[in-house]
Nanobody
């Protein structure tokens, strides 16, 4: 089993930065792949970023590329999402999710078996 706990959300202004954290516990092989997703009010959940076990392979949604950075500290069992140059359209509940390494599209939410409770990010204009 895997447990994920997000933290770091808050209310910021346009152009500000936030760093989200996802504390991961449980069997490491079940959390080899960690993704960040978000759900804005009235919208579907969408992919934000993903990082593989070593931390060297990452992928980003086009909407956040160049502004967000995903990283992981395996020694501390934590995955981070550094968010810079925030925009009002980044307002959402942000979730981290885990899955084992394997086949499938890592940008698709249904590929993930474990989810955190989410952390709210609100960007005011």
């Amino acid at each position: 089993q895997v447990r994920l706990v997000e933290s770091g959300g808050g209310l910021v202004q346009t152009g500000d930065s936030l760093r989200l954290s996802c504390a991961v516990s449980g069997h490491p092989s079940l959390a080899s792949i960690i993704g960040w997703f978000r759900r804005a009010p009235g919208k579907e959940r969408e992919f934000v970023a993903v990082v593989t076990g070593s931390g060297t392979n990452t992928k980003y949604a086009d909407s956040v590329k160049g502004r967000f950075t995903i990283s992981r500290n395996n020694a501390e069992s934590t995955v981070f999402l550094q968010m810079n140059s925030l925009k009002p359209e980044d307002t959402a509940i942000y979730y981290c999710a885990a899955r084992p390494r394997g086949s499938g599209d890592y940008t698709v939410a249904r590929q993930y078996s474990s989810w955190g409770q989410g952390t709210q990010v609100t960007v005011s204009s």
